[in-house]
């Protein structure tokens, strides 16, 4: 089956921070990266904020697994992007790794980004999602 998408066949897991920057008073407020992202065409799925409950959250993991496994069957390249800060880096990162590890599905380029980076903005974060970018 031949798929075809608008997109640029690449696909990031992504912290909640970067979509809901407001509700996260620790670390500087900005939702740059999100806009980088979607402007260059790249896929998109956001991690639940931290505070979910347990029972969603297992839901949240199994689906983005299910969809990280698919992606990468049709040859998407895919990334989790998550903030160093933030516990599990805002991906809940230990957990999705166990998930795809008892799926034999290889874990994604992983890039995550510091407080300080995130203060310095514009080119700084470009330069650092440059490997999602152009890869």
Do not use: C
Request: charged residues 25%; glycine residues 10%.
């Amino acid at each position: 089956m031949e798929t075809h998408d608008s997109r640029s066949f690449k696909l990031v897991i992504l912290a909640d921070y970067f979509v809901n920057p407001q509700s996260y008073a620790n670390l500087p407020a900005g939702g740059e990266v999100y806009e980088i992202l979607r402007d260059a065409g790249v896929g998109i799925i956001k991690m639940p904020p931290p505070g979910i409950s347990e029972q969603s959250l297992e839901g949240w993991i199994t689906i983005t697994a299910d969809q990280v496994e698919e992606y990468s069957k049709r040859g998407y390249k895919v990334f989790i992007l998550g903030v160093e800060q933030l516990e599990g880096n805002g991906v809940w990162i230990d957990r999705l790794e166990r998930e795809l590890q008892a799926r034999g599905v290889q874990k994604p380029t992983t890039i995550n980004l510091t407080s300080e980076q995130l203060k310095a903005g514009g080119e700084s974060i470009k330069k650092t999602l440059s490997t999602i970018l152009s890869g």
